[in-house]
């Protein structure tokens, strides 16, 4: 590792891990699983493997794998940051477990298709969240979904068999129709709001989150941290502060709150604190959600998304559908030109699973040398 920016013998011989582990311009397809793999087998459980990497893929996939494997990433450094110039190259020290699998995000079942829909109701927002999937901000063109247009969506998708509708942004609040759209929706189906709790505290948006049905309304409101320090990073200076007093305001209204934590794979660290600052608020276990920032939008790094990768869940925008809330920027994820009707949406995506389907099925091919 001479000459190079992050010299892993020092960081052993200093105390800041046990092992190390040079990848190189490896990525985790080519190689680096099974050296990585063999290195933590010679560790005990908590004890330290520092592994440099000058493949950026790997900050992403490295994490993931550790999760899987019961590991724990404890830090992930940016040598050319930290040097000012050079090469990129980066430093990740995970911590071996038991080898029991320990999932750092929230897991759970997928939902059929066409059971959930979610509408992208406008993409301007009071934020600019440097991981936006939806690249909205301040600037973003607002983009809203008429509310006649929702309406249609929301009664074919519930005539449908549909069971859950799912409100998105941008921010919601900052759609004037938003309290028309939510009135009838929820009539016909449970609603829930994605919200950054911040611009309903007074005046006519408070007025139309005071009319809204408790009984039939969540709101999900997005808090990536215990304390200020990475929430306001990532969301802008004064951000934390004011997402704990939404949080506060819609469970003294009776709403459920449930809460989102968005976390790129340094900040895995945080969630036993961010869980205990939940407790405090009185946050229900079921409902708090804990994600990786996903590689669309404004996010450079991040989960890979495609057809492949995640499981499909309608989502409308006014410019039409797509395969998944996390991908309404991604050209790839688009199925239509426009929202509605929804069933030949329904059907080509249906038409995509059987044919991935069909390909899983056939399992991996044996490759004869002997």
């Not at 011989?13 to 190390?20: F, I, W």
């Not at 063999?38 to 900050?59: D, H, I, N, W, Y």
């Not at 050079?86 to 997928?110: K, M």
């Not at 036993?272 to 009185?282: N, Y």
């Amino acid at each position: 590792m001479a000459g190079e920016l992050i010299d892993l013998d020092a960081l052993v011989q200093a105390g800041g891990a046990d092992a190390s582990l040079d990848g190189g311009d490896q990525d985790c397809g080519s190689g680096l699983l099974l050296s990585l793999t063999s290195a933590m087998r010679r560790l005990e459980p908590g004890q330290v493997l520092a592994v440099g990497t000058r493949e950026r893929s790997v900050l992403v996939d490295l994490p993931a794998w550790a999760g899987l494997a019961g590991h724990d990433v404890l830090e992930v450094v940016d040598g050319m940051a930290r040097s000012g110039g050079g090469r990129s190259e980066w430093l990740l020290r995970i911590r071996r477990g038991g080898l029991t699998p320990g999932p750092q995000f929230t897991t759970g079942d997928s939902v059929p298709l066409g059971e959930r829909l979610w509408l992208q109701t406008n993409f301007h927002c009071n934020l600019a969240c440097t991981y936006c999937c939806a690249e909205s901000s301040p600037k973003a063109a607002a983009r809203m979904m008429p509310p006649e247009l929702a309406r249609v969506a929301v009664e074919e998708f519930v005539a449908g068999g549909g069971r859950e509708l799912l409100l998105t942004g941008g921010e919601p609040f900052l759609h004037p129709g938003l309290g028309q759209i939510v009135a009838h929706a929820a009539t016909l189906v449970p609603v829930t709001i994605l919200t950054n709790a911040m611009v309903f505290g007074r005046g006519a948006r408070r007025a139309m989150l005071e009319e809204m049905d408790r009984d039939r309304v969540t709101l999900q409101v997005s808090l990536d941290s215990a304390t200020p320090d990475l929430h306001d990073r990532i969301r802008g200076v004064g951000s934390h502060a004011r997402a704990i007093e939404g949080i506060r305001q819609a469970s003294l209204l009776g709403f459920r709150v449930r809460v989102a934590a968005t976390l790129g794979p340094e900040d895995v660290t945080q969630v036993s604190a961010l869980h205990a600052l939940l407790d405090h608020l009185g946050i229900a276990a079921d409902d708090r959600l804990v994600r990786p920032v996903a590689q669309e939008g404004a996010a450079e790094i991040g989960v890979h998304i495609s057809l492949e990768t995640i499981e499909p869940e309608l989502t409308l925008t006014v410019d039409g559908a797509w395969w998944h809330p996390v991908g309404i920027t991604n050209p790839h994820l688009k199925i239509s030109d426009e929202p509605v009707p929804i069933a030949p949406i329904l059907a080509v995506m249906k038409d995509v699973l059987a044919v991935q389907a069909a390909g899983t099925a056939q399992g991996r091919s044996v490759f004869r040398c002997t």
